[in-house]
């Protein structure tokens, strides 16, 4: 019989969060040890981890995610940085995507980066929100590692956010009953939704066992025999 409280191993690009691969499943009795080996991947070269790559199975589910970058990045690092606009700045896509502008960024606004790549031509680049590059510019920008007023740094709203979080769904449970719902499909929980609430569903997807899973907004993932398309 599988564990019932497996290790749920996630593969991600680093600049997106998109999802690289198909999630693997680790099971094992509880107490017992557990090693996850980097996969490797086409065109991505392994970064990083969200935690530590072995552990002990336990009572609950666990999850781990993998970060992987472009093959054809030469770096990317994690950073705590605040970019100041000088001049009006364009926003792009991703990294060497200059035909995919998104918006200006206006001058003298302040923006929160955590994440630095260098492209293959040594072009540096700054993340400033899901899908929202901005090249580094010295005419353009400042860069600090001290941090502005709060409420003076901007943001993007991130992907799930920008989706319409106008409900399109029911919640089909045990009557006044509550299921809970999950950072990652199979993950952790992370809250729960009660029998008959309306919810907005912004992503789908269907694993190698034919499930299908949703995402829902601003709670977390869930199966889909417990929800109603409206």
């Known amino acids: 019989m599988a564990n ?9 690009n680093i600049a997106t969060g998109d999802e690289l691969h198909e ?4 099971d ?7 090693e996850i080996a980097i996969l490797d991947i086409v065109n991505y070269q392994y970064i990083d981890t969200s935690g530590s790559l072995t552990g002990l199975f336990g009572s609950l589910p666990q999850s781990l995610e ?3 970058r472009p093959q054809e990045w030469q770096a990317v690092h994690r950073i705590n940085m605040f ?4 001049t009006s700045v364009q926003v792009f896509l991703e990294p060497d995507n200059l035909s995919n502008v998104t918006t200006n960024l206006n001058p003298n606004t302040f ?4 994440l630095r790549a260098i492209s293959g031509n040594g072009q540096f680049w700054y993340q400033i929100g899901d899908y929202h590059w901005i090249r580094y510019d010295a005419t353009q920008m400042k860069l600090s590692d001290t941090a502005p007023e709060v409420e003076n740094i901007n943001y993007f709203n991130d992907a799930e956010k920008s989706k319409s979080n ?6 089909n449970f045990l009557p006044d009953q509550s299921i809970e719902v999950y950072a990652e499909p199979y993950g952790l929980p992370i809250g729960s939704v009660s029998d008959s609430d309306f919810v907005a569903i912004t992503e789908e997807i269907h694993d190698d066992n034919n499930i299908v899973w949703y995402k829902i907004a601003t709670k977390g993932w869930i ?3 417990y929800i109603n398309k409206l």
């Open 223 to 225: 199966n889909s025999i």
């Open 83 to 86: 970019i100041e606009t000088v």
């Open 4 to 12: 019932t409280s497996p290790v749920w191993v996630y593969y991600k």
């Open 23 to 26: 999630p693997t499943r680790l």
């Open 166 to 171: 106008q409900p399109n769904a029911v919640v």
């Open 66 to 68: 993998l970060y992987y």
């Open 111 to 114: 923006w929160a980066t955590q």
């Open 28 to 34: 094992g009795e509880a107490g017992a040890p557990y």
